[in-house]
């Protein structure tokens, strides 16, 4: 029976695939490769198409045993979403929903959905916990969000169990240096920092330095690639056991502001990361940390590479051995 991987070519998609083939896993990945790189897919069965052509994704049901799903696959850009929501509503929503469709016509019956802290939108507590307000500030969340409650409503109908972990900022590479980050064009600030260490560009732009934190810059919990990906298989192997569906916010319980990442960046590379403060980005809350008690209590999940400067490392010796990416 093989675990079918929907955007497995990407950054998390790639790395929860890796470890699934090392935990013994059969894998069949799917990727329109738009965003992820063939180059990222190990030892697993790899089908290049879209999910929302219904026709190609019953292709991949009836030719592979699939007996679970881990759902990776959307576009996942805030800034994009605000100025292409329907693009976001058509590709996030429709792929989903095809996806669900062949799963109920062939009887799969656990799913794996990626989903994000964008959809609290502005927090109302700190650490953010799962039952607190949802209310999304861009398109992306709110597709994400939507497919959350549609995920809900197809358990009741078909019985398709589900577990749904709200990612906060996945960082860092595979601990080997085999895979990492690889976006075009890049937006996320840890790639951002390690091309500016490397030269690749002039310097980091910190959006906005008046925000209401201890040195005015953005605070965010950075989560491994790898601990993320761990998630991923405790909480599939609990679907298969038996567990009941759940909604998990996946993070480190602790956050740092952009200079913090900045200066720990500096000293993990020991090269200069010349800065610019510019205007804020727009939709950037000041501060997203998660509790991430219930992930650990229920999927006995413990991060293993939890601190800054391990996650920074792991980031480094991927940038600095690919610095043009797969592509290098
Ligand atoms: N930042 C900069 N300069 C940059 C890039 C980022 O100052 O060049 C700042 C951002 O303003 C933010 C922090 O660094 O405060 C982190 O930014 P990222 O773009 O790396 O990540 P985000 O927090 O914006 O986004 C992440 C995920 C999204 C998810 C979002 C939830 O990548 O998928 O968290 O808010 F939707």
Redesign the pocket.
């Known amino acids: 029976m093989a675990v079918l991987v929907a955007g497995g070519a990407g950054y998390i998609g790639s790395h929860t695939a890796a470890e699934l083939v090392d935990n013994g896993e059969e894998v069949v990945v799917v990727d329109n490769l738009v965003k992820g790189h063939r180059e990222a897919v190990g030892e697993c069965r790899f089908y290049h198409g879209d999910l929302t052509d219904i026709c190609f994704l019953d292709s991949v049901f009836s030719e592979n045993k699939i007996d679970s799903v881990i759902d990776f696959a959307a576009s996942?850009l805030?800034g994009e979403s605000m100025s292409k929501p329907l693009d976001y509503y058509k590709n996030n929503l429709i792929s989903v929903m095809n996806l669900l469709d062949k799963m109920k016509e062939y009887e799969v019956p656990v799913i794996v959905f990626s989903s994000?802290?964008?959809v609290y939108g502005e927090p109302e507590n700190i650490p953010i916990l799962e039952t607190d307000r949802t209310e999304p500030t861009n398109p992306?969340?709110e597709t994400k969000l939507a497919i959350e409650k549609m995920l809900k409503w197809c358990e009741k109908a078909y019985g398709i169990k589900y577990a749904t972990l709200r990612y906060?900022?996945?960082a860092g590479a595979r601990i080997d240096g085999s895979i990492g980050e690889d976006h075009d064009p890049e937006?996320?600030?840890?790639p951002?920092i390690l091309q500016a260490a490397l030269g690749k560009r002039k310097a980091?732009?910190?959006?906005g330095d008046d925000y209401p934190t201890p040195d005015g810059?953005?605070i965010?919990d950075y989560i491994h690639v790898t601990d993320l990906a761990d998630a991923h298989i405790l909480a599939l192997n609990g679907l298969r056991e038996g567990s009941g569906s759940g909604v998990y916010n996946l993070g480190n319980g602790k956050g740092f502001s952009?200079k913090e990442v900045i200066d720990t960046a500096k000293k993990v590379t020991g090269h200069a990361i010349p800065v610019e403060i510019t205007q804020r980005?727009k939709g950037?809350?000041a501060v997203?940390v998660a509790s991430s008690e219930k992930a650990k209590r229920e999927l006995g999940w413990e991060p293993r590479y939890n601190d800054l400067e391990t996650i920074i490392e792991s980031a480094w010796r991927w940038h600095s051995t690919h610095p043009d990416g797969f592509a290098g």
Do not use: E, W
């Not at 937006?187 to 840890?190: F, N």
């Not at 980091?204 to 959006?207: A, E, S, T």
């Open positions: 996942s805030v994000t802290a964008a992306y969340g906060f900022n996945a937006s996320h600030l840890i951002i980091v732009q910190i959006y810059t953005c965010r952009v980005r950037d809350p997203l």
